[in-house]
């Protein structure tokens, strides 16, 4: 934030050598995203709404956040909860009105904080009236040219145009019936059958979207989360994939026919016109799930969007060499292009990392978690909170996830009839989605809905009993307690001229300690062992994840040093 006391490079400094401005807000922001469904519910339906947001913006200023993400809000008919899209201009009922987000956003505004939305530009839902004038229109025409329409192979038409499967499984491909009432073209959703994919390389789909991005930084939102920001572009070929190694299917060629096309930075590049437009650094963050931090960093930098979010640093393992890597590839990647970094480490797409991190043995590929031991829940909280000062302490802006300020882990066990993710269908039953990190949140009393909604109401997937003991009430003033720990850090964060934006050094350690210093006499050192290591050099100890051992960092605990 206003954190200015670095010796950095790239744009920040460029920007201080002429003099004229601070360092703009976003590039050491901590913004929290908010899955609206499940934040808190004013009206007792069950669902998350912008009435409980609203009297539970006083938590997020309190808690220390810059901002708050939301994940979408429109108007839909909510097979994805909510990324399929039937009205860009407007929000669902179930979360309340234009009017409410208008004054929300004024809210959030006079409590300090800034509000990002979530816009899904790869895909409308199929009730998205575009979609419903290009089915009623049929072949060939203009309707239809703002998706992908195609017909089928084999001789009647009967097979899909290609060999692309659907992210949630199944074919990628859905066959309509044409007006005349018999099986027609088939059309493209790299989702759900009901999110059908936008044809990028049409006019009238650049222009609206354009137009969608002026209507809400006019209504004064400060930010745009942008959904499948590696997706846009496709080969308009529509080549059928081919088998690789372990049976994945991959591109024939060097280039993927639907993912991190080249021309997708063409398309944010006009972006960054429309936002630039506007007063008051408006900011981009672009969810590009992409082959590593070289990668990541061609969406950012002058011109182009200004922040992405970092998945391989969501997806490492706990292990020292691991982040190591990867926070070193970032720093260098994204200084490169004057881009800050981003860290995270939980989303609603992803197991949270209580549950990640609480296991001996685990691996990520991409979003997806594969556990290979019994979770301990100590273990993960202890590694949460050591994750928690790594990450605070990164140059750049953070992004958290509503509940982890709790140590909320995975609800792994859900009942199996209140699953609503399509993963869960559409894989046959055998993968049971992300419904397990978006349980709503407990904030007070001793038994469900846990303040979440009135008592009596029944949120939309039930809540652990366990969790009693981790609602916001339970947690406040306990000084032993995550939320007590994120508070601290946030509160540390903001005051010190080290932490936010800038640089970082490494200083040496033994192996399985990671230790970095920041300037001006900032010091973070995390054990990854399972025993303690002296702590490095210190005047004193600012913040510890867990208690020490005297000069000793046990196993799996940060401190953050004054040096
Ligand atoms: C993004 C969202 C995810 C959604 C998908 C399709 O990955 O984060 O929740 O299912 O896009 O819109």
């Given at each position: 934030m206003d954190n200015l006391g670095e010796t950095a490079d790239g744009a920040q400094q460029n920007e201080r050598d002429a003099g004229t401005r601070a360092a703009?807000?976003?590039?050491?922001a901590v913004v929290y995203q908010v899955y609206l469904r499940s934040f808190a519910d004013g009206d007792g339906d069950g669902v998350g709404d912008i009435a409980g947001l609203r009297a539970r913006l006083p938590y997020l200023r309190d808690l220390g956040a810059d901002a708050i993400w939301l994940n979408p809000w429109y108007p839909s008919p909510m097979v994805d909860g909510g990324y399929d899209?039937?009205?860009?201009?407007d929000i669902a009922p179930v979360f309340g009105t234009l009017a409410a987000a208008d004054a929300l956003i004024g809210e959030a505004h006079e409590q300090g904080l800034r509000v990002l939305i979530d816009l899904v530009p790869n895909h409308t839902s199929d009730r998205h009236p575009w979609f419903q004038a290009a089915l009623a229109a049929g072949p060939g025409s203009p309707e239809r040219e703002r998706y992908w329409f195609r017909r089928g192979r084999g001789e009647a038409g009967e097979?899909?145009?290609?060999?692309w499967e659907s992210a949630f499984g199944g074919p990628a491909w859905t066959r309509v019936t044409e007006p005349d009432g018999r099986p027609g073209e088939w059309y493209l959703h790299l989702y759900a059958p009901e999110q059908p994919d936008l044809n990028w390389g049409n006019g009238e789909v650049r222009a609206e979207f354009e137009s969608i991005l002026r209507f809400w930084f006019d209504r004064g939102i400060d930010g745009i989360r942008i959904d499948v920001a590696h997706g846009l572009d496709k080969d308009p070929a529509l080549p059928d994939l081919v088998s690789g190694p372990g049976g994945a299917l991959v591109p024939a060629?060097?280039?993927?026919?639907?993912?991190?096309?080249?021309?997708?930075l063409e398309i944010y590049r006009s972006w960054r016109k429309v936002a630039d437009a506007?007063?008051?650094?408006r900011v981009f963050v672009a969810e590009a799930w992409v082959d590593g931090p070289q990668r990541v960093a061609r969406y950012v930098g002058p011109g182009c969007l200004h922040t992405a979010f970092n998945f391989p640093f969501l997806t490492c393992p706990w292990s020292p060499r691991g982040f190591r890597e990867v926070i070193g590839e970032s720093l260098a990647a994204l200084h490169a292009v004057g881009a800050p970094a981003t860290w995270v480490l939980s989303n609603h797409d992803c197991v949270r990392h209580v549950s990640r991190y609480g296991r001996a043995r685990a691996r990520m590929d991409g979003p997806h978690f594969h556990p290979e031991s019994p979770f301990d829940l100590q273990l993960g909280t202890r590694r949460a909170r050591a994750a928690a000062l790594l990450m605070l302490a990164l140059p750049g802006g953070a992004y958290l996830y509503q509940g982890e300020e709790l140590g909320l882990w995975e609800v792994e066990d859900l009942p199996e009839e209140v699953l609503q993710d399509p993963r869960w269908e559409w894989s046959g039953h055998t993968d049971r989605g992300r419904d397990g990190c978006r349980v709503p949140l407990p904030w007070s009393g001793?038994?469900?809905?846990f303040g979440f909604g009135p008592d009596g109401s029944r949120p939309w997937l039930p809540q652990p009993p366990e969790w009693r003991d981790y609602t916001a009430e339970a947690q406040a003033r306990d000084p032993g307690s995550m939320l007590e720990l994120y508070r601290a850090a946030l509160r540390m964060r903001r005051s010190h001229p080290a932490l936010g934006d800038g640089t970082l050094r490494w200083l040496g350690s033994p192996a399985d300690v990671l230790v970095f210093a920041r300037d001006p006499g900032f010091c973070c050192a995390v054990n990854f062992s399972a025993g303690p290591v002296p702590l490095p050099a210190h005047e004193q100890v600012l913040l510890a994840s867990g208690p020490l051992d005297g000069d000793r960092l046990p196993g799996d605990t940060a401190a953050w040093l004054r040096i």
């Open positions: 703009p807000w976003w590039r050491g899209v039937s009205d860009y201009r097979l899909p145009p290609n060999n060629g060097e280039e993927h026919p639907y993912r991190d096309r080249p021309g997708v506007y007063p008051g650094d001793s038994a469900p809905p």
